[in-house]
């Protein structure tokens, strides 16, 4: 997508992919990764998310990147923080209390500014990507952080009927991006109460992947 989209969204409010709570795959799903209390975590196109005040809640220390500096903003405004923010060449990097979010371009954060990480969640970064970029973003995503082992969200519906953001992913294009370089375990597969925007047919798939 333009990076533009996604700068109208925030502005305009349009943000109809912010969750008002934490995932219900993250609660049941999280001790899959097998981390410690104290662990680095990583969010990709993190938004806002109200699953990182959770992750925060449980004692880990967690990073995001996120293209939206006002979608950031409002994340440390409404975990109370106010952030020591410094410039990372093409990035800008927000701090405070445990959290750490980078703003600008994904593909712009390298392994020497994110430094290690434990796991990473991946909610609503796959999803959000056309399926040009999925490709590029896959490969970065391990690269940069190593292997590790990574907790995925993904949506699979009719995109005949619909098109998005979010995507459409199915198993075989999972497996096809990590299957190579991870082992690929489906945990859990359901169909949304209330469709796709409340309109589509849409199943919800979560999936740990592990370095091989």
Known sequence: MEQEFWHRKWQNGEIGFHEADTNPLLLRHFPELGLARGARVFVPLCGKSRDMHWLLGQGCKVTGAELSRLAVEQLFAELALTPVITEEAALERFEADGLTVFVGDFFDLDREKLGAVDGVYDRA???ALPAPMRER??????????HAPQLLVTLEYDSTDAVG?????????????????FHVTSLESHALKDGLKGVHPARESVWLLKAR
């Open 125 to 127: 970064a796959l999803i």
């Open 137 to 146: 973003y896959a490969g970065h995503l391990a690269a940069l952080t190593r």
């Open 165 to 181: 953001p979010p995507f459409s992913v199915p198993e075989h294009e999972v497996r096809r991006l990590y299957g190579s370089a």
